[in-house]
């Protein structure tokens, strides 16, 4: 995920203090969004062996299917990242997103 350890002294307010029979004892400092979107896509790639951009048509789907499930979209400027990491336009990216959510057969 990428989280960083830190001493509780060291808590910012976004930062996820864990405490034991009330004595806080660990900060847990959050990565930004966009670095875990960066973070899933270099894993995806790694998964299939090769540039998310040199995958099939087929492929490119089943990443965006798989990104939706985790939330990628949700991250500001989600579907031009992906976009870039795919080699594909931000349209083709909202058409495969729309193909998910139609009924079969349409």
């Given at each position: 995920?990428?989280?960083?350890?830190?001493?509780?002294?060291?808590?910012?307010?976004?930062?996820?203090?864990?405490?034991?029979?009330?004595?806080?004892?660990?900060?847990?400092?959050?990565?930004?969004?966009?670095?875990?979107?960066?973070?899933?896509?270099?894993?995806?790639?790694?998964?299939?062996?090769?540039?998310?951009?040199?995958?099939?048509?087929k492929?490119?789907?089943?990443?965006?299917?798989?990104?939706?499930?985790?939330?990628?979209?949700?991250?500001?400027?989600?579907?031009?990242?992906?976009?870039?990491?795919?080699?594909v336009?931000?349209?083709?990216?909202?058409?495969?997103?729309?193909?998910?959510?139609?009924?079969?057969?349409?």
């Amino acid at each position: 995920m990428g989280a960083e350890l830190l001493g509780p002294e060291q808590a910012q307010p976004d930062d996820v203090v864990l405490a034991w029979e009330g004595r806080d004892v660990i900060a847990v400092r959050l990565p930004q969004l966009s670095d875990s979107l960066d973070r899933i896509l270099a894993a995806l790639a790694r998964r299939h062996g090769m540039p998310l951009a040199d995958l099939d048509r087929k492929a490119k789907q089943s990443v965006v299917r798989t990104l939706e499930a985790r939330g990628a979209f949700s991250v500001r400027h989600g579907v031009e990242t992906v976009a870039g990491a795919l080699g594909v336009s931000r349209f083709t990216v909202y058409n495969y997103l729309n193909r998910e959510l139609s009924p079969k057969g349409e």
